[in-house]
């Protein structure tokens, strides 16, 4: 079955916003074994609109519009798509009550414009909306399947989790189910190459990677006549990606983030971290911190990015400042060690390198960073050198400082 | 003259990456005056692709497309472009010299595919690219113009600003420029309602407001015969936005981020801040360390997680703990203070709240933020409501932050 996107709005035209929905709604088709073939974005211009729907309907069997499904003039979404299925648009009374108690539950004034929201096409499923005013509308005309989503993400996405995706799933004759396996500590060439034969080989299950800053997510999918038989067919597979990958699987849990993986670690085995930052200025901690928690175990953090900081701070001497340089492995260690001990925690992660643009020399050249995790006596140190600008460059820090930080949990348990 | 974007690449449509080229490009061409109405995305797909090109070819002038032109077999944007404007691909000297070029300067072995890069549609224009293998192209034909780029942001960005916006600008027989007035602590709907009367009555110069998160960008645009004249009619209206929203108005260079922002300040006044950070837990630090040159300035901060930490770090009293809780303005002010002391700090922003998605209650629910910015003796305090998911209420309390950081250190010049 082909599915085809078009995202309504001047604003995406204009480059106001990036279009994250359509990479939300394609990732979701994919999973669902629906084929897109198309994805279009026009403006609220229902007349390029209608022509852009008159085509889609020829060539793919479900169509999801997102976008112009507002209040206002301009949005005419709903109303051009009424019109290509020649269907007139009906007062749907649980749309208006909804649209009331949004509105009155935040105290904003109901305006005129509002109720235009409560009309949808006769004869329609309505997708009514805790988030936003704007309901969505599923039509199904002959051949044809016409599907109106919002446009905020924000009512977009629980809209399509909650109803589209459950809908979508039932139209395909075979269950699709998929489970994603997450890496950290490799490059997306090294993991594709690793399994470029299971790729190649490929028809049910398949494997697709999807490369992060410094992880790799590999998405197995299968297709069967039940639930359980697509699980027995991905199976296999994820063993032999455990096989091929061991330990740099960070997780099979599609939810669960490299952080929130650190997270479960140090809860089972019960250690306090703390950081120790120079270049990442507290990005690292403030990773850790996603993790709703993470507070029994991680207590404080420490941004030390001047020499004197890392001094008082951390305990770092002097001397190994003087003699290695702030951007080092002896102080990475250092601060690793003193951090620990600061805070009195079981692990310290320590972080120092060059951001850039300016400071780097030939033997010590923007993007290179040191990073050290002592944990509980001993201590783990690496090396790295990225390239980017230093946004970049700091981002792929904390990714790495995550996986050393994992690995250093890891081995903790295996020499425990 | 219209324009129209075309982004080819199976990756898209499998949503295993976001689109962040179509909103660049958009951008640009918004600022260079041009009427984008369409965009698209096809796979890798010749027959597709040449499909759309032909629809393309007939409702706009310039089509630019990105993506397909990689060394391998799916690659076949350069082919399907050539073919339909009736073109061969001849080999281009200097594109092969340059992809010999990059690769060794890389160290990477040259395969037979990488040569394919080197032919191009004869009679164009050929972009060199200083970042990849793949040079673009631009084509002329009767009233089309087609440009292609390497999909890549890294290759695309540097080879659009350098080489196609210069092309399209020249395309245009009148000057468009274009200044960007860049607002913090003030939402979108308040500053649009603000500038309405000028939004509705605007010709030329024009202004378009852009959200950002805690932010909002204004985007004067005018078009004259001259830079000089553009620039000339852009003044009046600059000057009334100036008038309009005074000290809201953090730059007007599109370059200068809300962090920088707040660097130049604390350079100018020559003042040192540190940051005491519990909900946010190092974010906040980390877009001042964005910033490179902020070491003068910023030497040290604390994440400050637990309440054991705010006491031993921050020196904030067992007591205020106690009595009024982690979350309220209390504490933040007692973390500022003792922060700014700990550091030996003229300045330090504290910011405590709850980020949920748990810890919330009636009288403290989540999204509750409290922050206190203590300034050489002086406390600015705030409390705010945030709503979204842990990590938005994050990125807002943090926006927020560096907006009362900037508020206090431009106060401290009016008093100092």
Chains 1, 2 share one sequence.
Not at 269 to 285: D, I, N, R, W, Y
Request: aromatic share 6%.
């Amino acid at each position: 079955m082909t599915v085809e996107l078009i995202c309504v709005g001047t604003e995406l035209l204009l480059g106001n916003i990036v279009n994250t929905n359509a990479a939300f709604i394609s990732e979701k088709c994919a999973m669902l074994g629906l084929s897109m073939y198309y994805q279009s974005v026009v403006g609220d211009n229902p007349g390029r609109l209608e022509e852009l729907l008159r085509t889609a309907r020829e060539r793919s069997s479900v169509i999801i519009l997102s976008g112009g499904l507002g209040p206002t003039q301009d949005d005419l979404t709903k109303e051009t798509a009424a019109k290509v299925l020649h269907r007139n648009l009906v007062e749907d009374k649980k749309a208006k009550q909804k649209i009331q108690e949004f509105m009155e539950k935040r105290g904003r004034r109901i305006t005129e414009n509002n109720w235009k929201q409560a009309f949808v096409p006769e004869n329609s499923q309505v997708l009514y909306n805790s988030n936003g005013t704007a309901p969505g509308i599923i039509m199904e005309e002959g051949q044809t399947r016409m599907i109106l989503l919002p446009g905020p993400p924000n009512e977009l996405i629980p809209m399509f989790e909650e109803q589209v995706f459950p809908y979508l799933h039932k139209l395909q004759p075979e269950t699709i189910c998929s489970k994603m396996v997450k890496l950290c500590g490799i490059g997306e060439s090294s993991a594709e190459t690793k399994i470029l034969d299971l790729i190649d080989a490929q028809t049910n299950p398949t494997v697709a990677p999807y490369a992060k800053t410094g992880e790799v997510h590999l998405r197995i999918t299968a297709k069967a006549e039940s639930k359980q038989a697509a699980y027995a067919l991905i199976e296999p597979l994820e063993q032999e990606l455990q096989n091929r990958f061991g330990s740099l699987i960070y997780t099979d849990d599609s939810n669960v983030t490299l952080e929130m993986a650190v997270y479960h670690l140090l809860k089972e085995k019960q250690l306090t971290v703390t950081t120790a930052e120079s270049c990442t200025g507290g990005l690292l901690a403030g990773r850790l911190i996603n993790v709703p928690g993470i507070s029994e175990y991680l207590k404080e953090g420490y941004v030390t990015y001047s020499n004197e900081a890392k001094e008082k701070l951390l305990g770092v001497e002097a001397e190994i400042l003087k003699k290695h340089g702030a951007v080092s492995s002896q102080t990475a260690e250092a601060m690793a060690r003193g951090g620990a001990k600061a805070a009195g925690a079981d692990i310290c992660i320590a972080v120092t390198g060059i951001a850039g643009p300016d400071g780097g020399t030939i033997e010590k050249p923007v993007g290179l960073v040191y990073m050290s995790c002592f944990c509980r006596g001993k201590l783990y140190t690496e090396k790295n050198h990225y390239s980017g600008d230093r946004g970049k460059i700091r981002e792929y820090a904390v990714a790495s400082a995550l996986t050393l930080l994992r690995e250093a949990v890891l081995k903790y348990k295996d020499e425990g």
